[in-house]
């Protein structure tokens, strides 16, 4: 007998437990855990990894593009709370940004292990993919800054 399709929340909640376990594993161990230490701690078979991510590096982008988005959305309220007045000093934001990133040490260290390690395995999609969904955010908030400061702080 076959096994009825999963639900679409079925089918995001069981890869958000693959990134989960495969966040933990990285966070406690410090290097890239394999396909089937994700799997294991995911509480699935190796093979399921497979039905959402075709690599443990793509795993891995998708870790990073979470951590990148909560950064940018735990940034926008401290932009909103961005005092608009001439003697506005951008030291409160800066340190607020860099307690930020200190909270956040998976946008760091995947970062450069993305750079140095995964360009090679990966498919282009899944950094265009990347790419086109922290660049939305962070233009977003970098406009949300423009509009705080009431100056645009692009060059053009």
Request: proline fraction near 6%.
């Amino acid at each position: 007998m076959a096994r009825p399709a999963l639900s679409e929340e079925e089918r995001f909640s069981r890869r958000t437990a693959l990134l989960d376990a495969a966040r933990h594993l990285y966070r406690e161990r410090g290097t890239l855990p394999t396909v089937a230490n994700i799997a294991k701690s995911a509480g699935v078979a190796k093979g399921a990894v497979y039905l959402w991510f075709r690599s443990k590096d793509e795993i891995f982008v998708a870790i990073l593009e979470d951590a990148f988005l909560e950064l940018i959305a735990r940034l926008v309220p401290i932009i909103e709370s961005i005092d608009p007045r001439p003697e506005f000093t951008p030291d409160s934001f800066a340190s607020q940004y860099a307690k930020l990133l200190g909270e956040s040490p998976d946008v760091v260290r995947l970062s450069s292990v993305l750079t140095s390690m995964f360009r090679e395995n990966l498919p282009t999609e899944s950094f265009s993919r990347l790419d086109r969904n922290v660049g939305a955010s962070l233009s977003k908030a970098g406009t949300l800054l423009e509009q705080r400061l009431g100056c645009p702080m692009r060059s053009k």
